[in-house]
């Protein structure tokens, strides 16, 4: 099957930086997802990686390394508005069938002032 | 507002019952995604459909269906409901059928099984 780790709960203050880790393990690889989701609400896109590097985009970069089945999830300049649940997601095929995304628990972040 | 419309947003019913859910994609996104999401399991994969057709099935338990009609609406029923069926259901639409592309969520319905 696919499975997901990824921190349950981080604190950050606000104006820092924090980096959310996933590790995943997957056949079939076919891109990796961060979304962001605040309590009660919908998920919402933050950014897809399906070659190794980094992807910036604003505050938020995301970086993948396939071989060790790693993303990280680089928020800066964080803000109150950053508190939220953070969810790395997997598309894969883990029985060799159609690729079907799995999420992982998510991290919830918490920003301090 | 992401452009995915779900109803109804809350829907309480009794153990044993059955419900229709539903979801209207984002215009011109031929892939609808369904999910659950409890407290103690994350958000699950559930079934996705592209195009009228069944794509690719998650942990969908034998007592849910769904489909997708030829406007690209879909409904999630849920049948002989049970008390650990209570969760948020989310859908999601996108323009690809392989999951390579940004999803948009709606807003979800909350099922409450009592």
Redesign the interface.
């Known amino acids: 099957g696919q499975n997901i780790d990824q921190p349950t709960e981080m604190t950050a203050t606000e104006g820092a930086i924090v980096q959310i880790n996933c590790t995943y393990q997957t056949s079939g690889f ?2 990796l997802f961060w979304y962001q989701q605040h309590a009660g ?5 933050l950014s ?1 990686n ?1 070659l190794d590097g980094l992807e910036e985009k604003g505050r938020f970069s995301s970086f993948l390394s396939r071989s060790k089945g790693y993303s990280y999830l680089l928020l800066k300049e964080l803000q109150m508005k950053d508190s939220a649940s953070y ?1 790395c ?1 997997v ?1 894969g095929r883990p029985s060799g ?10 991290t919830s972040l918490i920003v301090h002032p | 507002d992401s452009g995915v419309t779900q109803t109804p947003k809350h829907l309480i019913t009794a153990t044993g019952q059955r419900v229709t859910l539903r979801c209207s994609p984002r215009s011109g996104d031929l892939s609808v995604y369904w999910y659950q999401q409890s407290l103690d399991q994350g958000l699950q994969f559930l079934i996705q459909y592209y195009n009228g057709e069944e794509r690719a099935k998650g942990n969908i338990l034998e007592r849910f269906s769904a489909q997708q009609f030829p406007d690209l609406h879909s409904e999630l029923n849920l049948s002989s409901l049970e008390l650990g069926d209570s969760a948020l259901y989310f859908c999601a639409s996108s323009s690809s059928g392989v999951m390579n592309t940004e999803a948009f969520f709606g807003q979800g319905t909350r099922l409450t099984v009592v």
């Open positions: 076919n891109g609400e919908a998920p919402t896109f897809y399906v969810l997601a598309s069938g159609s690729y079907i995304p799995t999420f992982g628990r998510g």
